[in-house]
């Protein structure tokens, strides 16, 4: 079994904001593309023009139909990737110790020359953000880029993850959550951003950030001026409900 560091002076991870994703998946084509092309072995894809295709992910965006009680429905798109917890189950079980939580940084990786692919890890994790690599036997995670955010031949602009570089829409955000005075731990603290699955006390590093409540139908005014949404996707900071509390009792049922 792997032990955790007791703590890590910084702690890495990604912001992501629900409000800003478009659900576009350039940060999951990136992903494959760098994480194929460089860190450990490539991430393979089987019968992909068959007529059942599949390959290894390390990041996907969830497509969900939010469908309120009058009016259109809507969908909202959720990216997920490994959430890099504090306290990382998927690390204390493996028994070959192929998966750690660098003390540095707190990035929880695989070394994939200890790794015997028994997938204890990806029955730990409560966020299923692990994958076998059907080709390799062995387990593939997101790495938040490690080959790429020390990377000093990359200009600095570069060295984020691939995800955060490439996101159009600038829903992605990378930096240090130890650090209060980061880009990061300022968003998470202004805009509410909250853990996934809290309940399971991951402590997870990586946030996100709830969408923006939308303005109510003010007496007068025309009804392109409302968004219909508005009591789905109020901000956990007033309890549980709206597009949180959705969330939560859509990702218990899998």
Known sequence: MTALPPDTPRKMGLVI?????VGCHACVISCK???TENYGAPLSDQEPYGAEPSGT???????????????????????????????????????????YKRAEDGIVLVNESDCIGCGLCAWACPYGAREM???EGVMKKCTLCVDRIYNENLPEV??????????PAG???FGDFADPDSHVSRLTAERGGFDLMPEQGTKPVNK?????????LEHGAEPDETDILAPFLDTPMTGQRGFVAWLDRALSKV
Do not use: I, M
């Open 33 to 35: 593309g760098w994480n």
């Open 133 to 135: 690599d059907a080709a």
């Open 171 to 173: 829903a992605r955000h």
């Open 158 to 167: 570069d060295r984020v993850p691939a995800c955060v570089r490439t996101c």
């Open 57 to 99: 992910f390390l990041n996907r965006v969830h497509s969900y139909e939010v469908q309120p009680e009058a009016g259109a429905a809507q969908l909202v798109h959720f990216p997920k990737s490994c959430l890099h917890c504090e306290d990382a189950p998927c690390v204390t079980v493996c028994p070959t110790g192929a998966s």
């Open 208 to 216: 996100y950030l709830p969408p923006r409540p939308r303005d109510t």
């Open 17 to 21: 904001d629900l409000d800003t994703c």
